[in-house]
């Protein structure tokens, strides 16, 4: 009898806390994503102040190069903290721009999605991908 009311207690903690945990767990990949947003953010403006045009970079291999993001396999994708960041640069009438779209590897309706660009907000969205319109983070 004590054991059936022990198993109780515990389901009763395990259906409260899982839940709990799964939160804190993307609530923490989330914040780990808009760091490495941060990071890309200031490792363009690192590029094109070096760069003897001054446009951005496509290619994480050259944010990389400007030691603000730690080497990862990758040229204009890599996934870090389950997420896939996309990089895009070009020049369009003229002036230099960059975005980057953050997208979880696991899509679920309640996933965040992330984007930045050369006007270094973020932005996101939940259960679609996020873009310049999308609500500020």
Known sequence: MELLFVMGILGILAVIAIPAYTSFIQKARETAVVTTLSK?????????LADSVGLYTGDFQALVATGVLSPA???ATRDEHDYRF???AGVSGGVPYWTVNANP???SAS???FYIDDAGVARFETGAPANSGSPLF
Do not use: F, M, N, S
């Open 111 to 113: 996933a965040k999605w």
């Open 40 to 48: 890309i953010k200031r490792g363009q403006e690192v590029y094109r």
């Open 86 to 88: 996309t990089l895009a």
């Open 73 to 75: 396999p990758g040229g």
């Open 105 to 107: 590897l696991d899509a």
